[in-house]
């Protein structure tokens, strides 16, 4: 076969297979449909607001407000009771519903369940009640992890409700991805038989899989069976909520806020935000009190002793050298340069750069030896915040950090760990750590098992009639 009829017949085999996409992406478009005027209007016809939120958008995803939205329905159900104190704080704790209604089926779905559980572990952890900022995730790492797992439970659920379905199945996008191959392949044979030899073949396989990108759009889940007709009434409430905004005079029990909540009609709060990680200002269950994170950088904050010591010889050379050449530099420096004034003024600089830097170093040194001859510190408390910061460039390491309340200042300190610590820890976690005096640096740390009853709250609990 020569090389342009492969050629040709690689473009007529791609245009074949672009028009196949296109028949398929018509044929498998989401159907929709208007609720009659019966339908639309009551939160009684719709499922739950996460799964409405599914269902009333086009992208086929969970939304980011869809925890929230399940916490606020929660509320209304009575199964999260909010409570406040006497300075306006308000203190969440899980009720706990009964396991299934009189149909036999599960009062709570598994996304519901994820929540309350949350709910539930944080409130016993504060000893039965905790503030909005107690339900924050720990760091970045296990929010996406816990998101993940909502958002699949969301999406099971709907399939079990036959509610949606993928929007192709997956032998028709296995077929779509091989039938690529053709166009991918003749181009290939054209590329080796001519001058263009592997190097072009390697971008005409780079180019294979970018052109089966838009193959994933139907692994997007779409209304399918019965989600057609909850779909239609899940965009009346949606239509309705943005045409009689609620505002803030919802009564106790109405479910509507969460539902605009789920379908991104009103947003989270200003401040603390349930399921969001972290933050410098954070809740501490064991002393029931907001402590702040403080985050220390400075040359030798978190150093080990020894990167001193080493380069104490190195350094001494250097600053030896600095000030020889700075003191031959002074005694030649005659009146004529001193009235031009620039030469005094850099002289000055240097010698002021000279000092700085040698002060610096001596106090790093006499730290370091002062941390090696002093037994590290031991500080034991209670995980109150994770931070991971994974960065997407492979040459940077990503760093993970941890502080613990232990109950003596409001301020405290947070530590680099490892990932392998970090994924062990979880707020509420109960950990020692043995750290430099002077340098602060992490000697070892030591998870510890939770003690059965946490301190320091009595008096911080609202009364349940409050």
């Given at each position: ?16 297979w672009?028009?196949?996409y296109?028949?398929v ?11 009659s005027?019966?339908?639309g209007?009551?939160?009684r016809t ?9 269902l ?7 939304p ?41 089926e ?18 016993q ?24 797992e ?35 392949v ?50 009346s ?27 991104g ?11 969001k990680?972290?933050?410098d ?16 950088w ?13 380069g ?24 004529s ?48 915040f ?45 950990l ?35």
């Amino acid at each position: 076969m020569g090389g342009p009829i492969s050629l040709v017949l690689a473009e007529v085999a791609l245009v074949a297979w672009a028009l196949s996409y296109g028949v398929v992406m018509v044929a498998t478009r989401p159907r929709r449909r208007v609720a009659s005027g019966d339908e639309g209007g009551s939160v009684r016809t719709l499922p739950a607001p996460a799964l409405a939120a599914l269902l009333a958008r086009a992208d086929g995803r969970v939304p980011p407000a869809a925890p929230v939205a399940t916490l606020l329905d929660l509320v209304a159900r009575r199964m999260v009771i909010v409570s406040g104190d006497a300075h306006g704080q308000q203190w969440y704790s899980a009720s706990g519903p009964a396991p299934a209604d009189a149909d036999g089926e599960p009062v709570l779905l598994s996304f519901e369940r994820h929540v309350l559980d949350h709910v539930a572990r944080r409130a016993q952890l504060g000893g039965g009640a905790v503030p909005l900022a107690g339900l924050r995730l720990e760091s970045g790492e296990h929010a996406k992890r816990w998101y993940a797992e909502f958002n699949r439970q969301v999406i099971a659920e709907a399939r079990r409700l036959n509610l949606v379905a993928d929007r192709g199945p997956w032998p028709l996008r296995v077929l779509l991805r091989l039938g690529l191959l053709v166009p991918a392949v003749l181009a290939a044979v054209v590329a080796l038989r001519e001058d263009g030899g592997w190097t072009l073949v390697m971008y005409i396989f780079f180019g294979y899989a970018a052109a089966t990108l838009p193959v994933r759009l139907l692994n997007r889940v779409v209304p399918r069976g019965a989600g057609i007709a909850v779909a239609a009434r899940c965009r009346s409430m949606r239509a309705e909520l943005l045409r009689y905004p609620l505002g803030d005079n919802a009564p106790p029990g109405d479910r509507r806020p969460a539902y605009a909540m789920a379908f991104g009609l009103t947003s989270p709060q200003r401040g603390a935000t349930a399921f969001k990680p972290g933050g410098d200002l954070v809740w501490s269950p064991w002393t029931g009190r907001w402590v702040r994170v403080v985050s220390r950088w400075s040359l030798s904050f978190g150093a080990s002793p020894m990167v001193a010591l080493i380069g104490f010889v190195p350094a001494v050379l250097f600053f030896g050298i600095w000030g020889v050449l700075l003191g031959g530099l002074t005694q030649q420096l005659g009146r004529s340069q001193v009235a031009r004034m620039w030469p005094a003024a850099l002289l000055v600089l240097g010698w002021a750069v000279w000092v700085c830097g040698t002060v610096l170093f001596a106090r790093w040194f006499y730290r370091s030896v002062y941390d090696l001859l002093v037994p590290p510190v031991t500080i034991i408390g209670q995980v109150v915040f994770l931070e991971s910061l994974v960065s997407s460039n492979s040459e940077n390491p990503d760093n993970y950090y941890v502080a613990v309340d232990d109950g003596t200042t409001d301020r405290i300190t947070r530590y680099e760990i490892s990932r392998g610590l970090h994924d062990r820890l979880r707020y509420g976690s109960w950990l020692s750590l043995q750290v430099r005096p002077k340098l602060r640096s992490l000697v070892h740390a030591e998870v510890l098992p939770t003690p059965e009853a946490s301190p320091g709250q009595s008096g911080r609990r609202p009364a349940s009639g409050q």
